[in-house]
């Protein structure tokens, strides 16, 4: 039986990153907004770009405070964010759709989001997606390592120095293995559904431009930063 330890280093590493996740997460709650009011198709396109926008900017201060991110070569950094701005703000939207509320809530919740104006092809995908990270009752050490290594994906389009994502990404990697051997001693197997889970996210990547364009109104509109994040417009 392997006996796992996580060093201090680890330790030190995983406290700057739960640090920077805590420190970075959006200010207003769009889950109670949601569950306060309905809103027209327009209203939430509106709020989903509000949120979209502001998830990115928060996403670079938190990856400005990856230990080693800013050492890496310019270009590469971009590529990173560019490269998991959508599935950093498809797994912040599945933590926000997982947390615990009061009963019959996320029911509503995810009725609203059905409704916001979102075409039915995608919501089987998106929620299925949720439904996975909810069944992972995922502690916020976890949360803070998994956003981080997304981010830290080597084989994005256009990075140019894969290894020195890799020797970024990988410490990250060891802190989470070791960390859900140590929260989910009865369930060997769950690092590897955590890190399947990236795999589900790759796969919203596909669908996130369709998903805007086909909103259920005219005349979509979307801020700069989103054009440059989103491939759309
Ligand atoms: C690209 O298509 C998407 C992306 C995300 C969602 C989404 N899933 C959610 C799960 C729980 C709570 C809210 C949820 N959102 C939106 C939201 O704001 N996501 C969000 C963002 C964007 C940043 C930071 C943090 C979050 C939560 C609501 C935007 C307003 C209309 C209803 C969805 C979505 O729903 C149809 C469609």
């Not at 019959?104 to 609203?112: A, C, F, I, P």
Request: proline content about 4%.
């Amino acid at each position: 039986k392997e006996k796992v330890e996580i060093t201090k280093a680890q330790r030190a590493l995983m406290k700057v990153i739960v640090d920077a996740y805590n420190r970075h997460k959006i200010p207003q709650d769009v889950a109670k907004k949601l569950l306060q009011d309905q809103y027209s198709a327009e209203e939430n396109f509106l709020l989903l770009t509000e949120m979209a926008t502001s998830q990115v900017q928060v996403l670079v201060e938190f990856t400005k405070n990856i230990p080693g991110f800013l050492s890496l070569n310019h270009e590469d950094q971009i590529a990173l964010l560019k490269g998991s701005a959508v599935e950093a703000m498809f797994l912040r939207s599945a933590q926000v759709f997982s947390q615990k509320m009061p009963n019959g809530h996320t029911e509503v919740l995810e009725e609203r989001i059905r409704k916001s104006g979102i075409s039915e092809e995608f919501m089987t995908p998106m929620f299925n997606f949720y439904k996975s990270i909810g069944e992972l009752h995922m502690i916020e050490e976890e949360q803070a390592l998994l956003t981080a290594i997304t981010i830290l994906t080597p084989d994005r389009p256009f990075v140019k120095d894969q290894q020195a994502v890799e020797r970024l990404q990988e410490p990250m990697l060891e802190v989470l293995r070791k960390l859900c051997v140590l929260q989910h001693p009865q369930e060997p197997q769950y690092f590897a559904r955590l890190l399947g889970r990236l795999t589900e996210l790759r796969t919203l990547n596909h669908y996130h431009a369709e998903m805007l364009t086909s909103w259920r109104m005219n005349d979509h509109k979307f801020t700069p930063l989103l054009c440059e994040i989103w491939d759309v417009q």
